[in-house]
């Protein structure tokens, strides 16, 4: 599984973007998905997740404010974020896994290459 994120850029605060991540290589239909993130000098971070059947979960910092749906079809996720504020700002990545849902980076298998998300005045 290939997958390619897309959408980032430097935004205001209280903007809106629309991250993509497109798979390839195969159907990830099947696939827990995710997107994380990484600022400078922190570790990586989940950010949300979406089961095989449509099923979400959200870390607290984005609950009510970030959305993530996938399109099977395209076989693409996408994360749409909004009210952004200046400590959204990180690399996103998405990432896949075979079975459940994970909140721990490390239990992804594969990864894309990140689009950076700047927020600032």
């Known amino acids: 599984v290939q997958l390619q994120a897309s959408g980032g850029g430097l935004v205001q605060p209280g903007a809106s973007l629309r991250l993509s991540c497109a798979a390839s290589?195969?159907?990830?239909?099947?696939?827990?998905m995710a997107w994380l993130r990484q600022a400078p000098g922190k570790e990586r971070e989940f950010v949300a997740t979406i089961a095989w059947n449509g099923g979400t979960y959200y870390a607290d910092s984005v609950k009510g404010r970030f959305t993530i749906s996938r399109d099977n079809a395209k076989n693409t996720v996408y994360l749409q974020m909004n009210s952004l504020k200046p400590e959204d700002t990180a690399v996103y990545y998405c990432?896949?896994?075979?079975?459940?849902?994970?909140?721990?980076?490390?239990?992804?298998?594969?990864w894309g290459q990140g689009t950076q998300v700047t927020v600032s005045s």
């Open positions: 990432a896949a896994r075979q079975g459940t849902i994970r909140v721990v980076p490390t239990d992804y298998s594969y």
């Open positions: 290589g195969r159907s990830v239909s099947s696939y827990a």
